[in-house]
């Protein structure tokens, strides 16, 4: 296999900035191909935007970008071994200014073979890393508000599919809690995905954090199927709820749907013989006082909320 190696002057003006060096020299070939190629085979633009990484953006490196993609238009949506485009290490870094020159450009006729205008934008939004990873799930793992509005702004419609870690963005927002980033995808992705890994869903993730805002909103935009999502062990959101003594959360969950009360995981518990186990009592009180007959369900060895009651010596 071949090994490409960036020549060291190039290496070095592309990690500057360094625009004249660029225009001064002719070069025999593009600059997309092998001899302006490191061993991952990262371009100029990604080792430009990476040594960003912690650097204020300026308008001379937006220029950079910009005359680099006037002089290789190829580079826009070049990828690194990882499958890694420009906009994607822009994305991980939070370089919005960046990221609007790479929308900017991809909107221009000499990128045909991206098609034109705002699909062309989208195809290149939606293309995705090795790891399943677009890079609006780059700028969402990173907690970059800039970035993800400027991603979703130009791609409402898409719904953003899993990663390889079985992760949307949305998934990826609520499990670290970032309410800002949520609230952007709700409030204006029209059909977001909200799976994560394990069967897991952004409404898992909002009620683990106990976070009533984030929950309030997800319900409200996706509504009705996701509080009966199970995960692996069969657990639905208000499971999780019990366990963790979110009451308020379970009041939320139960006024959306109050027949997951009814709902059992694989040992064929109830929310309520979980609350009741872990001695949870405004949990239970919440769940009694709006299902009240789901006292009479038994798990899967014929136990009531009483015998879990007993077990966690709460009686």
């Known amino acids: 296999m071949t090994i490409t190696c960036m020549d060291l002057n190039v290496y070095n003006a592309a990690a500057k900035g360094n625009i004249s060096y660029f225009k001064d020299h002719s070069f025999l070939q593009p600059l997309d191909l092998e001899p302006f190629l490191t061993p991952n085979k990262n371009t100029v633009l990604h080792i430009f935007i990476t040594t960003l990484k912690n650097q204020r953006e300026s308008t001379n490196q937006k220029n950079f970008v910009g005359d680099i993609l006037n002089l290789c238009p190829s580079l826009l949506c070049q990828v690194n071994v990882k499958d890694e485009t420009p906009l994607h290490v ?6 919005a200014n960046i990221v609007e020159v790479l929308i900017e450009h991809a909107k221009y006729p000499h990128h045909q073979d991206l098609g034109s205008g705002a699909k062309a934008v989208r195809k290149m939004l939606r293309m995705v890393n090795k790891e399943k990873d677009t890079a609006l799930h780059e700028a969402v793992r990173y907690n970059h508000l800039e970035v993800t509005k400027l991603l979703i702004k130009e791609d409402p419609d898409f719904s953003y599919t899993v990663n390889e870690a079985g992760e949307t963005p949305l998934y990826i927002a609520a499990e670290r809690n970032y309410e800002e980033l949520a609230k952007e995808i709700l409030h204006n992705c ?3 995905a909200y799976d994560g890994p394990l069967g897991r869903t952004a409404l898992h993730a909002a009620i683990l954090w106990d976070n009533r805002e984030m929950t309030e909103k997800i319900l409200k935009k996706i509504g009705g199927a996701i509080t009966k999502k199970e995960d692996q062990e069969g657990l639905t959101p208000l499971h999780l709820a019990a366990d963790s003594n ?5 009041q939320l969950l139960l006024a959306h ?5 009814y709902m059992k995981d694989k040992g064929g518990r ?3 013989h979980i609350a009741a186990h872990r001695g949870n009592n405004r949990v239970m009180e919440s769940i009694i006082g709006m299902c009240p007959d789901c006292c009479e369900l038994v798990d899967n060895k014929g136990w009531n909320a009483l015998h879990f009651a007993v077990e966690g010596n709460w009686c």
């Open 257 to 261: 749907d109050p027949q997951v009360a």
């Open 270 to 272: 109830t929310a309520l």
């Open 246 to 250: 979110r009451w308020k959360s379970t």
């Open 90 to 95: 822009a994305a991980r870094f939070g370089h």
């Open 190 to 192: 029209k059909s977001p």
